[in-house]
């Protein structure tokens, strides 16, 4: 943590250059202390031409090599493809905190240095605008991952005072307003008896609420600061282990004999699920439906940042009658909007379904000047509502308004509902809407991954379109663009993971789809197409783990669930489990038939499959895009719309839609 510094057996190495220090910093803070030579030459030298900057990381490796084997260390392995660091003699202070915060424990130097994780490899931020946006990226995660740690020991009831004191000033430390860490801080210190103590957090709390948010500490903590001065806490040794649980929607504190005898609203319970369900729409004019949709959509992506919650769709279907998802509490998200003039009001309610009770209802007018407010004080009611807790600083990251004009974002809105509906009329819309919205917004990161996402599915939304390079390059240049502009927006590192394994840069692709899914592990669409293209580049392990992942957190199998998976098991050559999973897709996709096809063969059900590539065919020449085509046209942009890393897997493709009758001669690996 802070700046770079390394030492072996007692004594320190001094690393001389910058870039040296960067590769060692980076094998450090990655989960397996390894990468690819590729990979660091496109995290380190981005800018530079491919056979100096392999070069120069050959100069760099040298010198580290030199470096610590003067030192004694013989740790560091450099092979022709991989570069690691033998994780039995390695100690990084980052993980050591980590570990001790998922132990209940606060690493000491989280208590001694405010904002640390700021200082994250501290004077390498410009070294490479590639490194600096992964650096970013992981200051970001870690800090998310040790904050939820330490989370999980302060709620502990059974962990002692002064150990969950610790974490509570660790836990101010990384986030200063954490009111729940400063009600614990405030409460134990007055009833040690210094109430100077307690004063002093609450009015550091109070500052910092004023003067970066323009916000004042809830109730629930002026109500214990008020108590504090009241001298209720003089002369006793209350426990507060219930405090941290209550919900903060009550309509006053509840009271201490009741703190005593609450069990805590234990967090160790089923997480509960908060399905929000369409939104019903009275007099609409189509030209604000986009509104309205687009306030769902941004609804249910900020609460899927949070891990305390399912987010399900209220149309989904329920999942197993046995099992956590079974015994979760359900609460149901329902809006109607309605237009009158030019004003659309929208009437909210979060409902119990259990029960049928109503927690809360509220009406507002929706319009993009109150956009984010609204989504901000909808997240945190149903929060208070469910029992969860969000402190300022995480609430306003997820739901903030963006350093754009309010048309800007009307056109952003617009150009995803356009290209929602896959007509090549409202594609063409879209893009043109994207493109005038980045030339008047440069900075404004959503509108080039939107783009991007545009690029890099246009051929598979319109068959008959072909991919090229010339538009590979181009859409990569977009994505490197947004990854700039906002580094910790998982959604951006997503796509220039994609439009790296367009352009055949598999290695780096890997390194950014992880990244993405470290920012945002709890949304079951950023895993599901993360898992499809870890398969893609040959990861098949680890993009196994992802699908389980998103199933594990998805209230139920989002749509694309079985496409991805089924792909993902032909690409493991798991052909009868690729078919379970084609058959479950409804036909999401259009490929489907032909990966269907493919793995019959492979399973010798050659009649089978011959019927499959025949309804393919049909399938896709009904709805090409262009001349009527030719069988080994169709062939030829099946087999080229993936971006499969691995030629081995690629001719399993191609072989297999090739044995159930569809032409594929002189068809190559990459050859588009």
Partial sequence: MGGLSVAFAGRDIRIKSRKSRAVLGYLALTDRHQETRERLVGLLWSESDEYKARASLRQVLHELRETFLEAGYEGLQIEKMLVELERDRLQVDLWDALREAEAQHAHPALMSAPGLMETLLEGLDDIDPSFRVWLLAKRQTFHDRILRALEGGLRSVELAA?????????????????????????????????????????????????????????????????????????????????????????????????????????????????????????????????????????????????????????????????????????????ATAYQAGDTISMVLTLRETNTGVYIWSDTFELKLE??????????????????????????????????????????????????????????????????EAINVAPNFSPSYSALVQLNNTEHLVFPGLFRNLTKARSTLELARTAVQLDPVDSRAQLCLGWSQAMLMQYSDASAHIDLACE???????????????????????????????????????????????????????????????????????????GWKAAALFHLGRTEEARLEARKFLDGIRAMWFGKPPSDREIALWLLHAHPIARREDWERLRDGIGGAGVPVVDLRHHAW
């Fill in 162 to 334: 002064a150990n969950r004191r610790e974490l509570a000033q660790a836990i101010l430390s990384l986030d200063p307003t954490h009111e729940e860490a400063c009600r614990y801080a405030m409460q134990t210190r007055a009833e040690e008896g210094d109430l100077s103590g307690a004063l002093r957090a609450y009015r550091t709390l109070w500052n910092i609420l004023d003067e970066e948010y323009g916000m004042e500490p809830s109730a629930k903590t002026q109500q214990l600061i008020a108590d504090i001065k009241n001298g209720q806490f003089e002369g006793e040794v209350v426990s507060i282990a219930g405090e941290l649980g209550l919900r903060d929607s009550a309509p006053a504190p509840p009271s201490d004999e009741t703190l005593r005898q609450s069990p805590a609203l234990s967090r160790t319970a089923a997480k509960i699920a908060i399905l929000v369900d369409p939104f019903s729409m009275n007099g609409v004019s189509a030209d604000r439906v986009h509104l309205v949709t687009g306030f769902r959509h941004h609804l249910i992506a900020c609460l899927t940042k949070f891990r305390e919650w399912y987010v399900g769709d209220g149309t989904a279907q329920q999942p197993p009658e046995s099992g956590e998802r079974a015994a979760a509490s359900r609460y149901s998200v329902a």
């Fill in 519 to 593: 920012l945002n592990g709890n949304d079951p669409w950023t895993l599901l197409s993360a898992a499809s293209c870890q398969g893609f580049c040959g990861n098949f392990e680890r993009g196994t783990e992802l699908v389980a992942e998103a199933l594990k957190v998805s209230w139920t199998p989002p749509p694309l669930h079985w496409p991805y998976r089924a792909v993902l098991q032909f690409m493991r050559g798991n052909y009868q489990e690729a078919i379970e999973g084609i058959d479950r897709a409804s036909n999401v996709a259009k490929t489907l038939p």
């Fill in 370 to 435: 109150n956009w984010f407010q609204v989504q901000q004080r909808i997240v945190q009611r149903t929060a208070l509502s469910v029992n969860v807790y969000l402190s300022t600083e995480r609430l306003t990251r997820v739901a903030t308004a963006p350093d754009v004009s309010l048309d800007i974002y009307d056109r952003w809105l617009r150009a995803q509902a356009s290209f929602g509906s896959f007509s090549a009329e409202n594609w063409r819309e879209s893009i043109a809407l994207l493109t």
